[in-house]
């Protein structure tokens, strides 16, 4: 009977320790549950977090930069994602100001690193090579869109990959 009387009192502890100011008792956030397409005990959270966040993603599901870099900050953020090397930074200063958007452009080249997109695609070696990063004309990385961003950044790498800086000689 004594305890009996202590498991009671301890109950009530419990009870009055989990009580919320408005006098309402919860119950714990984990409470187990019969799974029924396994037969397993599980515990399901009867609050659960809500999601992280989503970031956005682009080419190949990387992600996109993030707010509030400035165009050098964010041209690099692309171009350390296609793994362009750092003499890629002075490149974008002196070709574009760290700009890729529409406008951004001479006659012939578009974007961050000034791309001739027209005479890369008559070279054979660079045809595929573009497709793969979703390449096929000047308008795919000329905006500020970050796709458009990504795209720059990786046709920038397969050239760089195929002649190296020469066309920025």
């Not at 989990?18 to 399901?44: N, Q």
């Amino acid at each position: 009977m004594k305890r009996l009387v202590i498991l009671a009192l301890g109950v009530a502890t419990l009870l009055l320790a989990s009580a919320w100011s408005d006098g309402s008792i919860r119950a714990d956030t984990d409470h187990p549950i019969r799974d029924p397409a396994t037969g397993y005990m599980v515990a399901t959270r009867m609050n659960p977090q809500p999601p992280a966040p989503v970031w956005p993603t682009g080419l190949f599901g990387l992600p996109v930069a993030p707010f509030g870099l400035t165009d050098c900050q964010e041209m690099m953020f692309y171009a350390n994602q296609f793994g362009l090397p750092a003499r890629f930074e002075a490149l974008g200063w002196r070709e574009s100001n760290c700009r890729n958007e529409d406008g951004v452009r001479t006659s012939c080249c578009h974007g961050y690193w000034q791309l001739d997109i027209a005479t890369h695609l008559s070279d054979h070696r660079m045809v595929q090579r573009y497709a793969n990063c979703g390449v096929d004309h000047y308008t795919d990385v000329n905006s500020d869109e970050p796709l458009d961003k990504q795209r720059q950044a990786c046709a920038a790498k397969q050239l760089y990959d195929v002649v190296g800086l020469s066309p920025w000689g």
